[in-house]
């Protein structure tokens, strides 16, 4: 065997070197910690109300507007806060009942007598526009008296109605997304020719191109009549293609411009992008000719209601007819 290989002068040095380390003093004791203070116990929190009752109250503090100022549905809103204040085990109350006691809340602020047709037309106007966009009524009229058709609901079946709307309304949002980015993704050509069909199934007559010198090439100006309850009017259209943003000199630029296409006294804007808040004030400003502004969400949403580029699905569900139910149980009773 080999010897081991000497160590380096230097290290033996550093080593020698050294001097032994002190012991370390002992550590003093800690002195005990005092037991902690058993805490109070705290006081149970208070129940929180019901969403919907939650609801109400947003509601009521947002229009208190007295019942003969209001029309269409901001009146039936006040009709269905005043009928949740009613007993629903008494059932279905006169038209009178409710304007009494719109009157001891203060949300009556006119004659009684005045007042009392304006309720059974509101409701069924109210329940006419529930089921066009396929909900359940909100007031039943039964032998002349007037109830909420949440009085014959069980909650399992409210809960889960509800539940069914909000996600409805999520897939509306998202559907009209979706398209919306699809719409933003055509060529300016397609995109143009969509735009004209639509305008087509909204009403207007004689489209026709409008050449304007110096204009980007992403627009597409248009001429047409739109019919309206006081006839033809003659509009102005700039769509932009690309989704650039509209602001307020755009609007102020096509107002001053309807001369140029065929003598317009309306205009509208329409973009697969956004409208800045001062177009919208812009379009909007009294004394001047009228001029509408469509973002990409409207858009979306015209073509949704005219049916261009979507596809309707329906989900049919079967719910208990309480009519019938209740026609039953007062025969056999």
């Not at 304006?118 to 359940?136: F, H, M, Q, S, T």
């Not at 009017?233 to 755009?250: K, L, P, Q």
């Amino acid at each position: 065997m080999t010897d081991a290989p000497a160590e380096l002068p230097v290290a033996e040095a550093l080593r020698e070197s050294r001097e032994p380390r002190e012991p370390r003093e002992p550590r003093e004791p800690r002195e005990s910690r005092e037991p902690r203070e058993s805490r109070e116990p705290r006081e149970p929190r208070e129940p929180r109300e019901p969403r919907e009752s939650r609801a109400r109250e947003v509601s009521e503090a947002r229009d208190r507007s007295p019942i003969a100022d209001l029309t269409g549905k901001p009146l039936a809103d006040a009709i269905e806060w005043v009928l949740s204040g009613f007993d629903r085990n008494r059932g279905p109350v006169s038209f009178q009942a409710v304007l009494e006691a719109a009157d001891r809340r203060g949300r009556l602020g006119g004659e009684l007598g005045a007042s009392l047709p304006l309720i059974p037309a509101a409701v069924r106007a109210d329940n006419l526009r529930r089921i066009a966009e396929g909900k359940r009524p909100r007031f039943r009229i039964v032998g002349g008296k007037l109830a909420l058709s949440d009085w014959q609901i069980d909650g399992e079946l409210g809960r889960a109605e509800r539940e069914f709307y909000q996600a409805l309304d999520r897939l509306r949002e998202a559907s009209r997304r979706s398209l919306l980015r699809a719409l933003q993704e055509l060529p300016h050509r397609a995109l143009g020719e969509l735009v004209v069909l639509l305008l087509e199934q909204m009403g207007y007559v004689e489209l026709a191109p409008v050449r304007r010198p110096g204009a980007h090439g992403a627009e597409l100006h248009l001429s047409g009549k739109a019919r309206g309850p006081q006839g033809e009017v003659r509009t102005a259209i700039v769509v932009r293609r690309d989704g650039r943003e509209i602001g307020r000199e755009r609007v102020t630029e096509l107002r001053g411009g309807l001369h140029h296409y065929s003598g317009a006294h309306a205009g509208m804007i329409i973009t697969t992008g956004q409208v800045l808040s001062g177009a919208r004030d812009e379009a909007a400003a009294a004394g001047a000719a009228p001029v509408q502004v469509v973002d990409g969400m409207a858009l979306a949403r015209l073509c949704e209601e005219h049916g261009i580029a979507t596809v309707p699905r329906t989900v049919t569900v079967s719910v208990p007819d309480w009519d019938l139910l209740d026609g039953l149980r007062t025969s056999s009773g």
